[in-house]
T-cell receptor
Framework: AQTVTQSQPEMSVQEAETVTLSCTYD???????LFWYKQPPSRQMILVIR??????QNATENRFSVNFQKAAKSFSLKISDSQLGDTAMYFC???????????FGPGTRLSVLP | NAGVTQTPKFQVLKTGQSMTLQCAQD?????MSWYRQDPGMGLRLIHY???????DQGEVPNGYNVSRSTTEDFPLRLLSAAPSQTSVYFC??????????FGNGTRLTVT
């Protein structure tokens, strides 16, 4: 069974600084997808970024980028120029390409401080 | 385009009561699922469906029933509510290998 681990239950960062959230996963699959979702206090689940395992290039979306290390089964999220609106729970998620279901990590609560 | 619509947003039940959480999507997604979110545990899969007439159990199915009579709707039924079912519930759908699209969640409290 696949598992996703987020070892940092809570983090904080000063506004305008950079922060990295860690995620590791365990799988025997070779092809899969990885995601980061953001959940602000509104409770809405918002897709931040997606990575296909067969792509070596790390995905980026504006201030958000990932460091995907397939051999190490690591998928960290870097947020640059942190903004107050980045305050949220962040969930790492895994989906095998042949499978149906997502597996989520326990989440990291990020606070951006003014 | 409404996306994934969940109702209600909040619900309080007494132990033993039953209720149905509604979920509808208008994106013609074949896959639909229900998750519960508890502190420190992330989102755990309750039930899922890969198409009308097909449902299957996820990680934590006990105490919940689902049905999928149409592509659009995927209701979640609590048969006899227990305090352990106090949680936030999310419905989510997707098509092919696209990311999950989530509803806005239901906060359920069982007293």
């Amino acid at each position: 069974a696949q598992t996703v681990t987020q070892s940092q239950p809570e983090m904080s960062v000063q506004e305008a600084e950079t922060v990295t959230l860690s995620c590791t996963y365990d799988t025997s699959e070779n092809n899969y997808y990885l995601f980061w979702y953001k959940q602000p206090p509104s409770r809405q689940m918002i897709l931040v970024i997606r990575q296909e395992a067969y792509k070596q290039q790390n995905a980026t979306e504006n201030r958000f980028s990932v460091n995907f290390q397939k051999a190490a089964k690591s998928f960290s999220l870097k947020i640059s120029d942190s903004q107050l609106g980045d305050t949220a729970m962040y969930f790492c998620a895994f989906m095998p390409s042949r499978g149906q279901n997502f597996v989520f990590g326990p989440g990291t609560r990020l606070s951006v401080l003014p | 385009n409404a996306g994934v619509t969940q109702t209600p947003k909040f619900q309080v039940l007494k132990t033993g009561q039953s209720m149905t959480l509604q979920c509808a999507q208008d994106m013609n997604h074949e896959y639909m699922s229900w998750y519960r979110q508890d502190p420190g545990m992330g989102l755990r899969l309750i039930h899922y469906s890969v198409g009308a007439g097909i449902t299957d159990q996820g990680e934590v199915p006990n105490g919940y029933n689902v049905s999928r009579s149409t592509t659009e709707d995927f209701p979640l039924r609590l048969l006899s509510a227990a305090p352990s079912q106090t949680s936030v519930y999310f419905c989510a759908s997707r098509r092919g290998d696209s990311p999950l699209h989530f509803g806005n969640g239901t906060r359920l409290t069982v007293t």
